[in-house]
């Protein structure tokens, strides 16, 4: 229910460039929790951008915490005006077997999965801009749409937040 209403937002969210920016995989904080992609429960509590706070009141958490990709993500974007379409490679969480309390990256088989959900975001949303957060999200771009060139943003995480933001800035 949340990533419908999280694509009603989206669709109808004045921009005036529609970017579509594909990650990993969701997280066990973030968007294995709330089911949007580069989002936790955190960055809906103490948010401060307007698709946040629009969507807070009608979203289900089962809990609410913080995650770091989250946090970077949404407080770049507080003061910018356009907001991409978020999505991922694998579109569902990747853990070990043991525990879903962590994560893990996706296998290529998973990654190919993934491709049909990425081919079907990208035809109903109809960005002017697509690019890649990570490598990961460059793989599956990269097998959906085999030929065609993608931007690349370093993803946040592991020390990345200066890179990212350099990247975002081109993007956005």
Not at 91 to 115: K, L
Request: hydrophobic content about 35%; aromatic content about 14%; charged content about 20%.
């Amino acid at each position: 229910m949340n990533l419908r209403l999280y694509f009603q937002y989206m669709n109808a969210f004045p921009s005036t460039k529609k970017i579509l920016l594909v990650g990993e995989a969701p997280g066990h904080k973030g968007c294995g929790v709330t089911g949007i992609p580069f989002t936790s429960g955190a960055a809906f509590q103490d948010g401060q951008h307007p698709l946040l706070q629009q969507l807070n009141s009608q979203i289900s958490l089962p809990y609410v915490e913080s995650e770091n990709t989250a946090t970077i993500v949404w407080e770049y974007l507080y003061a910018k005006e356009n907001t991409p379409l978020f999505w991922n490679s694998f579109p569902f969480h990747p853990h070990p077997e043991s525990t879903q309390a962590t994560n893990r990256a996706p296998t290529n088989d998973e990654i190919d999965e993934g491709v049909r959900y990425l081919r079907e975001i990208r035809e109903w949303y109809r960005p002017d801009v697509v690019a890649s957060v990570g490598w990961k999200g460059m793989r599956g771009l990269s097998k959906a749409f085999p030929g065609e060139n993608f931007l690349y943003i370093r993803h946040p995480s592991f020390g990345g937040k200066r890179d990212f933001i350099s990247g975002m800035e081109n993007v956005i």
